[in-house]
């Protein structure tokens, strides 16, 4: 069946390093969203990209979305503490979302 | 806060014994879903409603899950009969049918079954 595989499955960063998720999908996305999950919390919608090569950013986040629409990324520029979690992509495909089994970040102060 | 609410947010169980969960979505929020999370794990897709219809189940789930979203309001999810294998945390979810994949989030119910 399709399936969206994230890596890595976790990264342990200092604080004001760079990190970087990928996510790859089997079949080519309608558009990918990336949700963040603090510990303890639950999903938290962040982001949508539908274009080929599409790049949206959020403040220290950046998102792409791959020309062929079948993988994605998401980085984090000068790492915080707040940005702890973990980091879910969730490509749509037949009109059903495929979520990867996210990447958890920790960040050393 | 997202507007989703789910209660209980705890619940202990003995297996064999049922479970009620409920969610109130988002009031203007046509679109509800049913997820379960365990530890480590994204979030597993359960089913959805679209106003009061159930429009799909998870062919993963077995039938002892049921879910009602009779006014097309809130929902409840019953698991009947639960076993150890149960335990997770069950999430709702809801969304607006023009934006379905932007999906809003309760803290949903963290169920042991001992």
Not at chain 1, 15 to 21: K, V
Not at chain 1, 45 to 53: P, W
Not at chain 2, 36 to 60: C, D, H, I, M, V
Request: glycine share 8%.
């Amino acid at each position: 069946g399709q399936q969206v595989m994230q890596i890595p499955q976790y990264q342990h960063v200092q604080e004001g390093e760079d990190f970087t998720t990928y996510c790859n999908s089997s079949t080519t996305l309608s558009n990918i969203q990336w949700y963040k999950q603090r510990p303890g919390g639950h999903p938290v919608f962040l982001i949508q990209l539908v274009k080929s090569g599409e790049v949206k950013k959020q403040k220290r986040l950046t998102f792409q979305f791959g020309e062929a629409k079948k993988n994605s990324s998401l980085h984090i520029t000068a790492t915080q503490t707040t940005d702890v979690g973990t980091y879910f992509c969730a490509g749509s495909y037949n009109r059903k979302l495929i979520w990867g089994l996210g990447t958890s970040l920790a960040v050393n102060p | 806060d997202t507007g989703v609410s789910q209660n209980p947010r705890h619940k202990i169980t003995k297996r064999g014994q049922n479970v009620t969960f409920r969610c109130d979505p988002i009031s203007e929020h046509n679109r509800l879903y049913w997820y379960r999370q365990t530890l480590g794990q994204g979030p597993e897709f359960l089913t959805y409603f679209q106003n009061e219809a159930q429009l799909e189940k998870s062919r993963l789930l077995s039938d002892r899950f049921s879910a009602e979203r009779p006014k097309g309001s809130f929902s409840t999810l019953e698991i009947q009969r639960t076993e150890q294998g149960d335990s997770a945390m069950y999430l709702c979810a809801s969304s607006l049918k023009s934006s379905w994949e932007k999906l809003f989030f309760g803290s949903g119910t963290q169920l042991s079954v001992l």
